[in-house]
């Protein structure tokens, strides 16, 4: 029988037919590390040697992955460090070739990456196809353009590649969030040390076989995969120069304090609780679309989701009747289904936290509105969309990052309670600004203390454009000219 999760079962609006994603995908049984070009078997004891990695929108198992032990740390970041002085000193325009190759491939193997990227995150296929995948191959495109244009990009410097990177990564974008720390690392001339989220290694474990295909030197870019503890083993180890971290902002502050007496180079992207705006002139249509794509995208599983709504007091009816209505069409369900517009939760541990902010919120006395219309597959993780009015700003559901398709609906009367309102967080990560009038555009958003700050849109990406956070969202760019600096000394 099909679950309902307690809810009123509705009919859906529209009973589309599945279309599902036809393209096999091969996944091998075992998956070992990926260090000086060689895979490579972990070398923990043998009962801490491999670990599942799961297919959320069916809990069933995909493969074994290798654990990675500090010894396969320790060889990965010595693989790293002696490939370090050719790569450094390979003319620029070779190096960029064998990035220009790797995104060439991506592209080519786009729809089997997008594929098993949904498989092994849960993520919706038309958004791994749409959005993932694309600008994967993007990054490593653009990136490919600096690598000989580096003096241009720091005019009267000279820029020299930082060392051995150690790059760690969570589990809401693999394939991108992989792409965003390798390709810059490289087209500065550094070296690489990947470890992916223990529940999404599978696209990680692709690209090596994609950069193993496109020549590139052994120990350039290798892959360790594990869990925290091999995270922190890339951490302390010695012989890394550069940090690049992409996480939760509990565990950024765990690396922040173990490099703070080292030389080690740190960048961190970190958490989010981001706010949107909207006033009484926005397009209100344009509006409810960019606030339902910023939350419900990737299942609110996005650093930079807009999970707090602040509307101008003389619309919120109108705005909390819209946005009920659009969330109920909604598709909630298999991953590689084309229609599907919401994607299974990550893992269980995930689905029981949000499941935690559900029950917290009307605890505190808000009102919970969800998407009940249509049944859920009965095995998997899975979390309908929802969203919270009666909020109070001092709510845990307004305050802390939840990482869920779950939104907090409040209301203000002037802008300048919006921008209050709107800073009042310890993250700064992202905002989303809806008006009609541009002078307004342009003075909330140097007013609100974010990173990004989407006006009339919301959840725009471009290799050129940098992204990073203020407060505790972290600190450093990635993208653009901004992210060259985080993988360059300046002479
Ligand atoms: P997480 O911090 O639990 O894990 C991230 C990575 O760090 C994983 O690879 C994990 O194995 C590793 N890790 C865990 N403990 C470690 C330790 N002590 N030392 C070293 N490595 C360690 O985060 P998550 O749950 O995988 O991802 C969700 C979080 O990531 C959210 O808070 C989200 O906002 C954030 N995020 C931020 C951005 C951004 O650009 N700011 C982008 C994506 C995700």
Known sequence: MPRTNGATAQPPRWDYAPAPETAKVSIAPRYDHFINNRWTPPTGPKS???????NPATEKTLAQVAHGSDADVDAAVRA??????????LPPTERAKYIFRIARRVQERARELAVLESTDSGKPIKESRDLDVPQAAAHFFYHAGWADK???AFPGRTPTPVGVCAQIIPWNFPLLMAAWKLAPALACGNTCVLKPAETTPLTALRLAEIILDADLPP???????GDARTGAALVNHPRVHKIAFTGSTDVGKKIAAATAASPKRL??????????IIFEDASLDQAIEGVIQGIYFNQGEVCCAGSRLFVQESILDQVIRRLEHRMKSLRVGDPLDKNTDVGAVNSRDQLQRIDKYLALGPAEGATLHRANHSTLPERGYWCRPCFFTGVQPSHLVARE?????????????????????????????????????????FDIARKLKAGVVWCNTYNQFDPASPFGGYKES?????????GLRAYLNLA
Do not use: C, Q
């Open 48 to 54: 801490d040697a491999y670990f599942d990695t799961l």
């Open 80 to 89: 790293a460090a002696k490939a370090l002085p050719r790569w450094r000193a």
């Open 150 to 152: 580096l003096p241009y």
């Open 219 to 225: 120990g350039v870019v290798n892959v360790v995969t």
């Open 267 to 276: 960048t961190l992207e970190l958490g989010g609780k981001s706010p949107h």
């Open 401 to 441: 990052e939840i990482f869920g398709p779950v939104l907090s609906v409040m209301s203000f009367r002037t802008p300048d309670e919006a921008i209050a309102r709107a800073n009042n967080t310890p993250y700064g990560l992202a905002a989303g600004v809806w008006t009609d009038k541009g002078s307004k555009i």
């Open 474 to 482: 972290g600190f450093g760019r990635e993208g653009g000219r901004h």
